[in-house]
């Protein structure tokens, strides 16, 4: 391994100080940067370990029936917080569709934020990767390319971001607090996460040295957790990245859908809100066909990128299901297999 | 053994046997305590790291290395490459014998293989190593990689596996399908899987002047110091190999690993001890892999479903640079009855390190093959699966026509059957749905695996204490041999097990043939046994010769042997313990020794195999394509069972294994570069529990009086077979899609 600082900041100011330096990364609970150390692929000179900083570790219950999560709370200790997956089911279920019971232990809910694609050809050094060699070159094209993107890629990168917990954060307009140098500011998550296009190498809206501190879920969203679903196909029943994802969620009124919250993970570089969807289902019933023709909509501008057309009808069906699912009622208890079409007690 | 102290067994009700007892593991306390010492745990003092370089293409050569870079960063010591390096006594390309495959060991700037080793850093700290190794930068003269299995240009060779004909056959295949009223012809496509052992390829290797010890996993410790010894021109009895704990091994460990005798010579090179342990992702190229197949079946059956004719082909690839041929064929030799019966198959060499055994070699790669064509084959009869197979049960072995040494093959089809509830599956498919909603499918297949035995020997001592010693130098894999040879040392010895101590695990002791074949309960199990008869003869020769002990006179084959004691076998109450006798001879112990081989006569006379019935209830999402195994149920018959519950855990890893052929395990290839592009764990996907949330496996009695005296066949490996076949055809059950790419993934049933 290649020789880097490793600093232990006390304060948050301490830490954005130490970030801003070129070739620094923050680490939270390691379990993405230091696979990416190892393999080569992350290079950091420097680590400001932030697994310390006071004040980041809070679940707080917002007045408004909002939900502040700090940046390093643990994803199960977040899943698993009753006043939480009560307001937010669909975000608790995707957090334990993830990773491994051990793995949510660790990781912070700010890194999974960050966490970095799994592209095959990103994490092998041999391989061209525009992500991580500006201008090199992106070998995943005409490569081993089934599990790429099908929406909002780019000739440069065609890359997905892998985080479930991303996909019902957007649906459900999640704002992600940071601290820079300049202060505070906030970003809705649905635009924190960067397309490729020209730059693929710039992921997300934070500039050098900005922290994440928290997450807000607006207390507006807990409205829909009678209705709220996370629905991830997968080639194992456990343990493995999405194929395809969606979260989905529905207030109904008076048998018709009032408003609805849909977004998709696994089939772009971000997770990907379905907006023209949602609003073809407000007014509509509950139902199959409605269900359709959203998903018709969500994936009007999918084309696939590579040996990958199946996810694009599997992205369509299983918007569908996810509807449905969601429109039969948040189940009473977490099922035994989270988000899994197997899902018992769904 | 010094360091590892295995537990004494837990009491247990054996009515004088220790055979047949579901002892645990007596290894298990150390192994999750992490007291158990595998290869790499071991530091001696003055302990350099090596790591290995490996090459990023598949074709070329290595045109330059910034060795300057490497050699200056702080910690590395040694540089190995092609140019600076110790001298073999041998080219590892020299074929030196039946299992000595071509090893990479620097010979030269070729490269021939992703993941091939191109030069060694050894460093004082792992770290430091792991950095001069990045700090290489290869540069290449590259050449374009052949890695398409139906691209290569293809031959035929002559021996496939271990040395089996490529091609064999009775009757007539053609006319048998000429006359045949309904015919099954169909290709099925599998993947290249690697072993992935959960511990990695590592050594520690210690020369002392030209002695050289290693700790460093082993399923074959006498054929790595055979192999060594001629690579480094010492004699074999000059390398001191301790293997006590294998992390799996399923193949891979059977031959000593080019990247092993790296290590080997790098501690040579720079004259201190070297450890050397495999990344995960450098395990996909040096250490074997199951290769690819295509194969084609020809079926063909009667009017009343019977086989008129079975053709196997298998298309598959060894590399550029050796020979192994996966024979996967050979699965249709046993287990039909058919008047015409043609197996064959056909090479290609492709870009990437030799392919190796893996865990059923052939048979399992075979077996899904054949038990969806058969699958194929009863449904274009109409017929019920297990009824199509039964009207084809096989009295005799199909392709030699022997008499099966012994066979309850029927009777694992009856108990796994009635398990599963199979009676009440619909004949069509699609026809079955859960309260959810999900399509559920019923399939099985029929498991076989060859009862090899190989040559192994074992010493065993009594003690005037009373206690009983046997060593021989087998392998724990992980599969038990700790447990289930000292239980048959107990009763070869007529000793409880806690009355014995058990040696095993080191290249000292008496070789105890390699762990693989699953034939090292029987051959290893056989030499104890022949060692515990023969000190006890030796005991009751000293005994019955001896006019003070009351077994004076009684003779050898009127004595037993139990519980410590020595008896008239016509009158039990005469007779005395072994301390006594040992004690009133003024002998500390005594010795005997035992040795275990195939018997050719029997051999020749009859076919030798396991058998089983696997049966598996799949539920697939009508819409998603994702595959759930909901239910496998395995009937397996392997003779005599030594433990039980050892026994049991080989055939639920079997099946599992099966599950993950059938469903999961491919190395995905970058046809451009010929590079493994998921070689690690997280994306190499083989199941988790959330996979398997019911596997059961029924012990079917079986007395073999012909494989070996104690009537043992192996079991390690027939749980892959039939069940990956069991699951494919659930899946056809479930959906009405027979899809023939394994692993069958959810995109091919959602077009
Ligand atoms: C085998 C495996 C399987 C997995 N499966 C899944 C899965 O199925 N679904 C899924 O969603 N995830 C999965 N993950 C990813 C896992 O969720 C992430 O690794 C984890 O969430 C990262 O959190 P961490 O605290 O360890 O982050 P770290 O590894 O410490 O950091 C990750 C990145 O975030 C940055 N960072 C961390 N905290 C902050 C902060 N507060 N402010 C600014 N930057 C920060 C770091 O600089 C780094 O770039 C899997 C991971 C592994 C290893
Ligand atoms: S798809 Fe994106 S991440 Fe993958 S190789 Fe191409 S540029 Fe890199």
Request: one cysteine or more; charged letters at 20%; glycine letters at 12%.
């Amino acid at each position: 391994m290649n020789r880097f600082d490793y600093i232990r900041p006390t304060t948050i100011p301490e830490a954005v100080a130490a970030a801003s330096a070129p070739g620094a990364a923050y680490l939270a609970a390691g379990t993405n940067l230091v696979d990416l150390m190892k393999g080569g692929i992350a290079r950091p000179s420097r680590l400001v370990d932030v697994g310390r900083l006071p004040g980041l570790s809070a679940i707080e219950h917002l007045p408004d029936g909002g939900v502040r999560i700090g940046a390093l709370v643990r994803n199960a200790d977040l899943a698993y917080d009753p006043g939480f997956a009560r307001r937010f089911p669909a975000v608790a279920e995707a957090l334990l569709s993830g990773a491994s019971a051990q793995l949510r232990n660790a990781a912070t809910v700010g890194g999974n934020l960050l966490q970095r694609t799994r592209c095959a050809y990103f994490h092998d050094v041999a391989s061209a990767c525009n992500k991580r060699e500006p201008g090199a070159g992106c070998d995943a094209r005409g490569g081993e390319n089934r599990l790429h993107a099908v929406l909002g890629w780019s000739e440069g990168c065609i890359a997905t971001h892998p985080s479930d917990f991303c996909v019902p954060l957007a649906a459900f307009n999640a704002i992600v607090e940071v601290a820079g140098a300049t202060g505070h500011r906030d970003i809705p998550l649905e635009e924190f996460h960067l397309l490729p296009g020209e730059t693929p190498e710039r992921e997300t809206l934070l500039a050098p040295g900005e922290l994440i501190l928290a997450l807000r879920l607006p207390g507006t969203e807990a409205a829909f957790a009678a209705h709220a679903r996370y629905l991830k196909v997968r080639e194992r029943t456990s343990y493995a990245f999405a194929v395809v994802s969606a979260a989905a969620g529905l207030r109904l009124d008076g048998g018709r859908i009032a408003e609805a919250r849909l977004a998709l993970g696994g089939v772009a570089l971000k997770p990907w809100r379905a907006r023209a969807a949602e609003a073809a289902l407000v007014g509509a019933t509950p139902d199959e066909a409605a269900f359709r023709l959203a998903a018709e909509a969500a994936l009007e501008a999918a084309r696939p990128s590579g040996d990958n057309a199946f996810k694009i009808e599997l992205a369509r069906r299983i918007l569908v299901r996810a509807l449905t699912l969601a429109a039969a009622g948040t189940p009473a208890r977490m099922p035994a297999l989270p988000a899994s079409p197997f899902a018992i007690g769904a | 053994m010094s360091e590892n102290t295995l537990a004494q067994a837990p009491v247990h009700l054996r009515q004088g046997s220790s055979i047949g007892q579901p002892l645990t593991r007596r290894d298990g306390v150390l192994k999750v305590t992490g007291g158990a010492v595998y290869a790499a745990d071991n530091h001696p003092p003055g302990l350099l790291h090596a790591v290995l370089a490996v090459s990023t293409i598949a074709r070329g050569r290595v045109a330059a290395l910034d060795l300057a870079a490497a050699r200056a960063h702080p910690g590395v010591v040694e540089v190995m490459t092609p140019g600076h390096k110790p001298a073999l006594a041998q080219d590892p390309d020299e074929k030196a014998g039946p299992f000595a495959f071509r090893l990479d060991l620097l010979q030269d700037d070729r490269v021939r293989y992703a993941n091939q080793s191109i030069a060694v850093v050894i460093a004082e700290t792992i770290e430091a190593a792991t950095e001069g190794a990045a700090l290489l930068a290869p540069r290449y003269e590259v050449e374009p990689a052949r890695m398409d299995l139906h691209d290569a240009e293809s031959f035929f060779p002559a021996v496939v596996g271990a040395g089996t004909p490529a091609a064999e056959h009775h009757g007539d295949v053609d006319a048998g399908m000429a006359a045949a009223a309904v015919r099954v012809e169909a290709t099925y496509d599998t993947s290249a899987q690697y072993h992935n052992a959960m511990e990695p390829h590592a050594i520690v290797a210690v020369w002392d002047g030209d002695k050289l010890r290693l700790d460093t996993p082993s399923q074959g410790m006498a054929m790595a110091q055979a192999r060594i010894a001629g690579l480094f021109g010492i004699p074999p009895e000059n390398i001191h190999i301790r293997s006590p704990f294998l992390g799996g091994g399923f193949g891979s460990k059977g031959m000593i690993s080019g990247p092993q005798v790296l290590g080997i010579m790098a501690a040579k090179l720079v004259g201190r001890p070297v450890k050397l342990v495999l990344r995960r992702e450098q395990m996909y190229g040096p250490v074997g892999h199951r290769a690819p197949t295509r194969q084609t079946l020809r079926l063909g059956a009667d009017a009343g479903g019977a086989l008129t004719a079975i053709g196997h082909h298998t298309k598959t690839a060894s590399s550029s640079f050796d020979d192994f041929f996966e024979p996967a064929s050979g699965a249709s030799h046993s287990l039909y009855a058919s008047p015409a019966i043609a197996t064959s198959h056909e090479g290609v060499r492709l870009d990437t390190g030799t392919p190796l055994f893996m865990r059923a070699p052939g048979e399992a790669t075979g077996s899904i093959a054949l038990e969806s064509a058969i699958d194929e084959m009863a449904d274009a009869c109409g017929m019920d699966p297990l009824t199509f197979r039964l009207k084809n049960y096989a009295e005799v072995e199909p392709i030699s026509g022997k008499p099966f040494s012994s066979k309850a093959l029927r009777q694992c089809y009856e108990q796994g059957a009635a398990r599963f509830g199979w009676a009440s599956r619909p004949l069509a498919p699609r026809m079955m749905r859960d309260a959810a909603g999900m399509l559920v499918g019923w399939g099985m297949g029929t498991a076989t695996f060859p009862a090899l035995m190989f040559q192994a020997k074992a010493r065993a001592t009594l003690r005037r204490d009373g206690t009983g010693l046997m060593e021989i130098g087998a392998h724990d894999m992980g599969q038990g041999a700790w447990t289930a040879l000292a239980q048959i040392a107990a009763d070869g010895l007529g000793l409880d097990i806690d009355q014995v101590e058990f040696r095993s695990g080191t290249s000292d002791l008496p070789d105890g043939g390699i762990a693989g074949g699953s034939a090292h309960t029987a051959t290893a199990g056989m030499a104890v046994h022949g060692a515990g008869a023969d000190v006890i003869a030796r005991l009751a020769e000293l005994a019955t010769g001896d006019e003070r002990s009351p077994l004076f006179g009684a003779g050898n084959a009127g004595v037993v042997a139990r519980g410590g004691r020595l008896s008239r076998r016509d009158d039990e109450a005469r007779g005395e313990s072994y301390a006594d006798i040992l004690d009133r001879a003024g002998l500390a112990g005594i010795e005997g020794s035992g040795g275990s081989a195939a018997n050719p006569v029997a051999q020749s006379a009859y076919a030798m195999h396991a058998h089983g019935a696997v049966f598996a209830e799949v539920k697939v999402d009508p819409d998603l394509g994702q595959i759930r195994v909901t239910r496998l149920v395995g009937a397996f018959a392997a003779g005599t069972i030594i433990n039980p519950r050892m026994v049991r855990s080989q055939y639920y890893g079997g099946m599992i294994w099966g599950l993950s052929f059938a469903l999961l395990e491919k190395a995905v290839t970058d046809r451009r570069s010929g590079r493994i592009m998921n070689a690690d764990l997280g994306e190499y996907h083989v199941p988790v529990n959330a996979d398997v949330p019911s596997v059961e496996a029924i012990l079917v009695e079986e007395r073999d009086a012909h494989v070996n005296a104690l009537g043992i066949k192996g079991v390690g490996e027939i749980g892959i077979t039939g069940t990956a076949g069991a699951i494919a055809n659930a899946v056809w059950h479930a959906t009405g899609r027979r899809v023939r790419q394994f692993p069958i993934t959810l995109d091919r049933l959602i077009d």
